[in-house]
């Protein structure tokens, strides 16, 4: 085997186990059945996220940076073994707490995976095919994601609720099998020094903060959002004395690093709006079987599977800040098409609006991991990766805090008007995308302030 093929075939496997994290929007079809199964309101369905969501996003600087210290191989291999026994435990579940317990453990085995994916797939490359890689690794994410919800519905239906936790199974268990085309060597360690007091601050600020997002929906978490802030300020404080550092924060004092970060919170923030609020317009307004109904959500996957591989062609050419801002502002123009659905609005139109954001995601998502790849040191690859799915994370989940709360608004305020349900749901469907998109192409028009942040 040549070594261009076994490169190629190292990627793919690195591709490989890192879709056991986003094949996880199959669990999201087995909610029903889940609560159903184990006797809970659908109100605690939340927790089956919270539990996995805190674990993985609270823990993927850290992972990063042992990633750095010890070797991203070895991070990610224990981290498909972890995998393959928490989502077996998930299927075997006894009760719907043991579950909760199996989905931080399934939570910690993402972390590991996903915290060292985007360096391990680089470090077998050289530097200037790095776009190229991450665009390839980007593609492959997408597909997991749009392959999740397809094939967890036939799942549920076929294998009840514990399908969705079974095929990962196979999958870590074949990427586990097919490591040893991965490079073996380490990169330089950062450190012989963990910062552990660093590690500890930023674990408990971000669940802080998580916590304080989802609690934000009933009113609540403001004690918590307190102990984020001052979680922080005092993470911050540490990493500046600390002589090995769990992040360099060099790159932050520089605004135009701080305002890509900032651009891509935001755009994950809009984006959600598809997953949170198009599968509702699809069950209560167009009448299309679940089967299709899936198929045209995909859509939005399907563009980013398109996007990122030529994002990764063009970001060398044109510049990764130029592509990332181009797919920033398809998303926000996506956004504002499907804003602008009608209860009749043809099938033809609801893709075109899915295919320009899913597209635009797919260049922002490459584009914005090669600038912040590009930006820390090399031997910080692990943490640079592990900062662009936190960022992702923190932009999901701020998404189902604040587009619910606009939606649950707009929709009461139209009710209150006088509109029958369909009516006032579509009114305050249209109104909350088209806030989003608005919101982010002006985010977009203010950061050319900062012209160096993308040209």
Known sequence: MSPETRRTAGLLTIGLGSSVGPLDTAVNVAFPRITADFGEPMAMIQWVVICYVLTYASLMLVFGKLGDMFGYRRIFVAGLVLSIG???????????GWLLFFRGLQGLGTALVLSCGPALATAGFDEDRRARVLGAYTMMYAIASAVGPTVGGVLVEHLGWQGVYWFRVPIAALALALMGFVPKAAPPPASGRFDALGAVLVVASLVAMLLALNMARAGGGLWLGALAVIGFAAFVWQERRSPAPLIKLTPFRSPEFCLVNLASIAVYLVNFAVLLLVPYYLDRLTGLPVTWAGIVLAAGYGGAVVAAPLGGRLAPALGSGRVGFAGAALVAVGT?????????????????????????????????????????????????????????????????TILTLTFELLRGGYTADGLVPDASFLAAFQATFLWAGGAL????????LRPRTWL
Do not use: E, H, K, N
């Open 86 to 96: 928490a989502l077996a435990l998930c299927a075997l579940a006894p009760s719907f």
């Open 441 to 448: 192409a002006a985010f977009l028009a203010l950061s050319l």
């Open 336 to 400: 504002i098409i499907i804003g602008l659905w009608q209860a009749d609005t043809p099938l033809w139109l609801m893709l075109v609006g899915l295919l320009v954001s899913g597209v635009g995601l797919g260049f922002f998502q490459v584009a914005y991991m090669d600038v912040v790849i590009g930006q820390l040191p090399r031997a910080d690859r692990g943490v640079a990766g592990s900062l662009t799915t936190l960022t992702r994370t923190i932009g999901i989940v701020s998404g189902v």
